[in-house]
């Protein structure tokens, strides 16, 4: 893996039963990268995501994440010591936030340090408590997730990941969980995640974010990748036919936005 690639996947394929989900994903990214992943439902967009933290284990490839290899059709004995190495430079952002509904938020974002990376507990707690600060929810660290919104939950999860100081940030649809109107404040947290030179892969349908923030736009279909470019590239001049399908409906609307229709 070169210096500054942080995530390198090799041939990945994964089935479930007879459908085969992912049919051989190549992919290099590098530090500080922000790749978003498009593509319609069933494509195998969150597949390819909970692969790479062993969420899910595909069936054949390599993984490597920050210097960590993984084959994943190894069955030695060393194998369970690799991915658990592997999972520690990774941290995941879900669609439904995932935090524990007995702890506080505090607690929620501590748990990884001391459990995981086995941090005394007062300096978990600092460390999670400016995290919290950092998303902008410092005045609720002690509240509870049923006590907060959506987007705040998200805020919060997003704390959860970066506290860890992870290589690469994995986020699942952060947005498809949310009611309109609180959207925007988790995007523009994920913008200054971007912003801070962080490597983010971002499983979305929010095209105005893979637009304006992601370095690199990925279309996938039917388990692999059609066609990925610069996010100016994907977004203006697509050259694959599925592609500009799957894109023309937001062209349409932001055509209409712009000229006020």
């Known amino acids: 893996m070169e210096n500054n690639t942080v995530v390198s996947i090799k041939n990945l394929h994964k089935s479930f039963g007879d459908v085969e989900v992912l049919k051989g994903i190549d992919m290099?990214?590098?530090?500080?990268?922000?790749?978003?992943?498009?593509?319609?439902?069933?494509?195998?967009?969150?597949?390819?995501?909970?692969?790479?933290?062993?969420?899910?284990?595909?069936?054949?490839?390599?993984?490597?994440?920050?210097?960590?290899?993984?084959?994943?059709?190894d069955k030695g004995k060393q194998q369970k010591k690799k991915i658990i190495e592997l999972r520690r430079n990774t941290a995941m952002v879900f669609q439904n936030y995932n935090l524990f509904s007995h702890r506080t938020l505090i607690e929620n974002v501590m748990e990884g340090l001391v459990v995981v990376h086995k941090m005394d507990k007062t300096e978990?707690?600092?460390?999670?408590k400016k995290m919290l600060e950092r998303v902008g929810l410092g005045e609720r660290i002690n509240y509870y997730p049923?006590?907060?919104?959506?987007?705040?939950k998200q805020r919060a999860s997003m704390a959860r990941a970066l506290v860890l100081n992870p290589?690469?940030?994995?986020?699942?649809?952060?947005?498809?969980?949310?009611?309109?109107?609180?959207?925007?404040?988790?995007l523009d947290t994920m913008k200054q995640i971007a912003d801070e030179g962080i490597t983010m892969i971002v499983v979305t349908h929010e095209m105005l974010f893979a637009r304006d923030v992601a370095d690199r736009v990925i279309f996938m279909d039917k388990g692999v990748i059609v066609e990925q470019g610069t996010s100016k590239q994907i977004f203006t001049q697509p050259k694959e036919e599925r592609t500009k399908k799957f894109l023309s409906r937001f062209m349409v609307l932001e055509t209409a936005e712009n000229y006020h229709i």
Request: hydrophobic share 35%; with cysteine; proline share 4%.
């Open 146 to 152: 049923h006590m907060i919104s959506g987007g705040q």
């Open 28 to 73: 290099d990214i590098k530090k500080g990268e922000v790749v978003a992943i498009l593509g319609p439902s069933g494509s195998g967009k969150t597949t390819f995501l909970r692969c790479l933290n062993f969420l899910e284990t595909a069936d054949k490839g390599i993984v490597e994440i920050g210097g960590q290899r993984v084959d994943c059709q």
């Open 124 to 128: 978990a707690y600092d460390k999670s």
């Open 167 to 186: 290589y690469v940030i994995l986020f699942d649809e952060p947005t498809s969980a949310l009611d309109p109107e609180l959207i925007g404040e988790v």
